[in-house]
């Protein structure tokens, strides 16, 4: 069955990044000029997904102003003649009516976000996206999974390999020695201390999942943080369904945290041949001022 549909867990407040996220969801941090999101968005879309489904919480209001049409800001650029512009703005929702909103009123943790799309989900493998996870690749990462989907029907997720002093920000998983990128998961768990870790491969934001995997959400209970973890359902899931890790191609940035999220702007502003050209000298400059002030 062709993975057609992708939950964007969005609920989360964004306290990190307060005080920009008083009034605006985290998901509309611009990376140079786009919001987080329409990166995930657009991976999803250019993987062939068909329906976006959001689980939004209050104050989010603006995702949707975002992924819908605005007829007036499109009329006025066209009576201005600003044709690319009016391109751009298009190009953000090519199918308004392919994203469906569904809301998490408590916040009660990732698990408990994905379990309420189980009903527009259905009966199908489905794709999960964490926007704060931006990753520059070739091949957009979900296209790579869903390829490896294809050929394993299983449920699996993105794998790195962290430093071990960063196991306790991820879930954490066991795997045997897997074939081209593909591990097979032993156990998982979610943000263990370094020392009891199983390894330094730890499950960054794009996972396939089998739909079984609702009825393990639903009977999660309370785990690391107090919430319900998606780590510990598919732990779960483990007892009855193989799950994979895959190795995708392409660097990945955190822009959940305040470093990843500059380092994220860089990169992607790089990737430009106009902002490249003035970029690089000037942070050439910057990089050595800064050295020499902490000398
Ligand atoms: C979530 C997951 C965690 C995963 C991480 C990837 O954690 O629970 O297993 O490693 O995303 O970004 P969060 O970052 O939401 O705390």
Not at 207 to 215: A, N, S
Request: some cysteine; hydrophobic content about 40%.
């Amino acid at each position: 069955m062709r993975i057609k549909k992708a939950v964007f867990p969005v609920a989360g407040l964004g306290t990190r990044f307060l005080p920009a996220t008083k009034a605006m969801p985290k998901e509309m941090l611009p990376v140079v000029d786009k919001p987080i999101i329409q990166y995930a968005v657009e991976e999803a879309l250019a993987a062939g997904i068909e329906q976006i489904i959001f689980v939004t919480g209050s104050g989010k209001s603006a995702l949707e102003d975002h992924f819908d049409t605005n007829l007036q800001l499109e009329n006025t650029l066209k009576e201005r003649g600003k044709t690319d512009l009016l391109r751009t703005v298009e190009s953000v929702a090519p199918h308004a009516s392919n994203f469906v909103y569904t809301r998490q009123s408590e916040p009660l943790g990732l698990g408990h976000a994905i379990w309420c799309a189980r009903d527009i989900v259905g009966d199908e493998p489905f794709a999960v996206l964490l926007a704060d996870d931006l990753i520059q690749s070739e091949v957009p990462v979900l296209h790579q999974m869903i390829n490896e989907f294809d050929r394993l029907r299983a449920s699996m997720m993105a794998i790195i390999v962290v430093e071990q002093e960063e196991t306790s920000r991820y879930g954490i998983i066991e795997a045997e020695q897997g074939f081209n990128g593909t591990v097979q998961v032993r156990s998982m768990v979610e943000k263990p201390a370094p020392e009891e870790a199983p390894s330094n491969l730890a499950v960054i934001g794009r996972y396939i999942l089998t739909p079984r995997i609702f009825d393990h959400l639903g009977r999660q209970d309370r785990g690391a943080g107090n919430e319900i973890q998606l780590t510990d359902a598919m732990s779960s899931l483990l007892t009855e369904q193989p799950i994979f890790g895959y190795k995708f191609k392409g660097r990945r940035f955190d822009c959940g945290d305040k470093a990843g999220f500059q380092m994220a702007n860089i990169a992607f502003a790089l990737e430009r041949p106009e902002l490249r050209k003035q970029l690089l000298p000037g942070l050439a400059k910057l990089v050595s001022s800064a050295g020499s002030a902490g000398a």
